[in-house]
């Protein structure tokens, strides 16, 4: 469904993207695990067509991705953000956020549709018509993820979805996300630097460290130690520690 | 529907639809602006002010061209309140009939002005590269040159009048809120509610029009307010160096640039329009004042 | 030094009136670690701040007791407060790149910490802050010392902080959230760090946070918070033994290596833990 290839980005004279390469399959999931500064946002944001300075090879779906992209691919590809506050807009409602991918892509029944995917994120139908502020931090990532289903996208990009969540709350949007992909065989790039939040959700993943992916391993193999690069084996460490204790 | 019942529909939590959503957000607005005593004083007076000024042949006693030549610089009497000026006119009626070009004449600046600074400034934000740099640069140039020079010069070549002092002030004020509104783009932009926009395929002048130019908004009409003031006293200004409305059309500066031959001796002709302006320009800074408390979000 | 805190409740006035947001929290602290845990909206860091009265204006604040040392916060002069805050109690925060003075090098602010309580030369207090930089296990103390906040890592950054906040040996550090905008291996750094430098001065240290595994790993006592209220105080190496459901909940709805699990556990919140 998804493949990179030799994904170079270039920030300035940086290089934080330093040939990439994975693939991942219709209907599954691959994480991208480092830590800050290691390039993985990157990564996503320029397949999400949100950064056009990069070289290599990207294909969805069979299609090259060219540095603009047009309104079909933003229909096809859509991205649910780290930060619940900053990204939804302050003074529009639930129901206007819902409905603008609607009204962008020309689809009708926007009522209809709106009351729907209210419903497939479990929000009450009460929240329709609340602004941001008037939600919690997990309500308001439900919005978002709603509004990343509205054009009824095959692939969903996840930046760090949880991880400014209460971990009460992460649990039920991890579930959701998992319960979406079922339901919709939705095709998922997640990117987040808890090991377990990643092995949790992606069967396969990337390890990268300044800007390189040094291991791709299965989580299979991640939850049984059977890793290659130093770095890998450092996050391991330090995330089953505190699972020890 | 009593009051009661309207209080609780607008303070709903689970509001049913987007106009009551839309109104409650206002109403509340509105309970932290009327907490303000000096801010609803302004707010006060500028209605009162565009009361005046829409009524005024309803109210003023007589008509604000009628001389009296018998009767003038009198001091105030029960038969004119604010006393008469140097062809004994009425001085009331004249002020009542010059709030109309007054005001007329910043509502026709701040019309102008702030949708073409908002949109200056926006494209210029959001775009970035060349299109910021021209349009910054223009926006420079115009900020550089003196702003009453810049003024006089253009209704000197064309032909002192309203019309043309309106355009001169218009073109002098817009560069501050060109300004604003980009700062204010420059912060949008970046923020993930913007991309997640972008990501949906909307075009860049749906983004700018439906989602960054609303969020300008607010500190766009606190500055407006704030500047209503100076816009009164620069039209005054004009008026008073000939520049603007001409006699004897009743605006406010030009009252007191022909009355000022009087200043010594007969001080409360002069006196009264500068009073008019003084209460006018305070209440637009208070509403201005009261405005930024409720609707800047960087003051929250 | 001995923290005492009795039956402490903080309200806010909001439009349905007072709201409470700590509801009769009580707890004592000698030298000891001791951790705080809750959800956001817990009131967890609100009691912390309690104790060096740093609420927000509109805060009212009723307790039984709220002593530091036997001085009584509550009646405490901004005077007093101010002998409290920063020299003998310290408070580290969230994020570094706010707390730092962006105009000023680490070294001076260091120095200017150590001066207001030491009363040294400007050299004295450079070469203190230099000394301190070295405690914080920073290896080259004299660059970073030079160095202006933006300058500095995350993690460098929170070292500068703690190495601020130790500089007039004060009897208690607070720390809220110190860790949770580091990466995992600096996060634990920072964690080891603390502990050792509070258990050889023999300081006493409240660590704020979202994690409990991780505060429990790096404490001698938890206390639990939900809805402004402590709801379980264990010691911190009886996690697994926790009593109440909320702990529990916060402990099994975590996705872990060692246990996969096919679905998250979601927390179902008793309305009878709000009582």
């Not at chain 2, 620069?234 to 500066?253: D, H, I, R, Y």
């Not at chain 3, 918070?225 to 264990?234: D, I, K, W």
Request: with cysteine; aromatic share 6%; hydrophobic share 50%.
């Amino acid at each position: 469904m998804i493949s990179v290839q030799e994904l170079r980005v270039k920030f300035g004279t940086v290089e934080a993207v330093r040939g990439v390469t994975f693939a991942v399959g219709e209907g599954s999931s691959f994480g991208i695990v480092g830590e800050s500064g290691s390039g993985k946002s990157t990564v996503l944001r320029a397949l999400s067509g949100l950064n056009d300075d990069w070289t290599g090879r990207m294909t969805i779906a069979g299609h090259a991705l060219a540095p603009s992209r047009g309104r079909d691919f933003f229909r096809r590809v859509q991205m649910v953000f780290q930060d619940p506050y900053g990204s939804l807009h302050p003074r529009q409602t639930v129901d206007r956020a819902l409905s603008e991918p609607l009204e962008v892509h020309g689809m009708g029944d926007v009522d209809r549709r709106i009351r729907q995917a209210l419903a497939e994120v479990a929000l009450p139908p009460s929240a329709r018509f609340r602004y941001p502020h008037q939600l919690s931090g997990g309500q308001r990532q439900r919005v978002a993820i709603a509004r990343a289903l509205m054009s009824e996208p095959e692939v969903l990009l996840l930046d760090e979805p949880t991880s400014a969540l209460d971990v009460s709350v992460q649990a039920e949007v991890l579930n959701l996300l998992a319960d979406l992909q079922d339901r919709r065989k939705l095709t998922y790039v997640m990117v987040s630097h808890n090991l377990a939040v990643i092995a949790h959700l992606c069967p396969q993943l990337g390890v990268m460290q300044g800007g390189e992916m040094v291991e791709m391993l299965s989580a299979e193999d991640l939850r049984a130690g059977r890793v290659r690069h130093p770095h890998t084996a450092d996050l391991r460490r330090l995330s089953t520690e505190l699972e020890e204790a | 529907m009593s009051d009661v019942v309207k209080r609780a529909w607008l303070l709903s939590d689970a509001p049913t639809s987007r106009s009551q959503a839309a109104w409650g957000r206002r109403y509340r607005l509105w309970c932290d602006f009327s907490s303000n005593g000096l801010a609803m004083t302004g707010l006060v007076i500028v209605v009162l002010l565009v009361l005046c000024a829409v009524a005024a042949p309803l109210l003023a006693p007589y008509d604000p061209t009628l001389q009296e030549l018998a009767n003038r610089l009198s001091v105030p009497t029960a038969a004119h309140w604010l006393g008469t000026d140097e062809l004994g006119r009425d001085v009331l009626s004249r002020l009542l009939f010059g709030a109309r070009v007054t005001l007329g004449m910043v509502i026709a600046v701040v019309v102008t002005v702030a949708p073409f600074g908002l949109a200056v400034g926006c494209v210029a934000g959001y775009y970035g590269g060349w299109a910021d740099t021209i349009l910054m640069r223009v926006t420079d140039v115009f900020l550089a040159f003196p702003r009453l020079i810049l003024a006089l010069a253009f209704v000197a070549a064309i032909h002192p009048g309203v019309t043309s002092a309106v355009i001169a002030i218009a073109l002098t004020t817009w560069p501050p809120y060109a300004r604003l509104a980009r700062a204010e783009t420059l912060t949008i932009r970046s923020a993930d509610f913007i991309a997640a926009v972008r990501l949906t395929g909307a075009s860049s002048g749906r983004i700018i029009l439906r989602h960054i130019a609303p969020l300008c908004l607010g500190s766009l009409i606190v500055r407006v307010t704030l500047d209503m003031s100076a816009i009164i006293l620069f039209a005054a200004s004009l008026g008073f160096l000939g520049m603007g409305a001409q006699p004897p059309s009743p605006e406010w500066g030009t009252m007191i640039a022909t009355a000022r031959r009087f200043f010594l001796d007969q001080w409360w002709v002069p006196l009264m329009p500068g009073l008019a302006i003084f209460v006018a320009s305070l209440a637009f800074n208070l509403l201005g004042d009261g405005l930024r408390d409720v609707l800047d979000p960087k003051q929250r | 030094m001995k923290v005492e805190i009795a039956n402490l409740t903080i309200s806010f006035p909001s439009p349905q009136g007072m709201s409470q947001a700590v509801r009769g929290v009580s707890m004592t602290l000698g030298a000891e670690k001791l951790g705080i845990v809750g959800e956001s909206g817990s009131g967890k860091s609100l009691t912390a701040r309690a104790l060096l009265r740093l609420l927000p204006p509109a805060a009212v604040v009723t307790a039984d007791r709220l002593q530091f040392d036997g001085i009584d916060i509550l009646k405490a002069s901004e005077r007093d407060m101010r002998a409290i805050r920063g020299k003998r109690a310290g408070l580290i925060l969230q994020d570094p790149k706010y707390a730092l003075n962006p105009i000023m090098t680490a070294g001076a602010q260091i120095a200017e910490a150590w001066r207001n309580q030491k009363k040294g030369s400007a050299k004295e207090a450079m070469q203190a802050a230099i000394d301190l930089l070295a405690q914080v296990q920073i290896r080259d103390p004299k660059r970073v010392a030079a160095a202006y906040p933006h300058e500095l890592s995350g993690g460098m950054g929170q070292r500068v902080m703690i190495a601020m906040m130790l500089a007039p040996d004060p009897e208690l550090l607070i720390a809220d959230e110190p860790t949770s905008a580091l990466d995992a291996s600096v996060q634990a750094e920072i964690l080891r760090l603390m502990e050792d430098l509070v258990s050889r001065r023999g300081m006493g240290l409240i660590l704020i946070s979202h994690d409990l595994p991780l505060v429990s790993h790096f404490c001698d006592r938890v206390a639990v918070m939900y809805a402004g209220r402590v709801v379980e105080e264990l010691a911190a190496g009886e996690l697994v033994r926790a009593q109440h459901a909320y702990t529990r909940g916060l402990l099994d709805c975590l996705p872990t290596l060692s246990h996969p699990k096919g679905r998250l556990a979601v927390m179902s919140r008793d309305p009878a833990w709000l009582a």
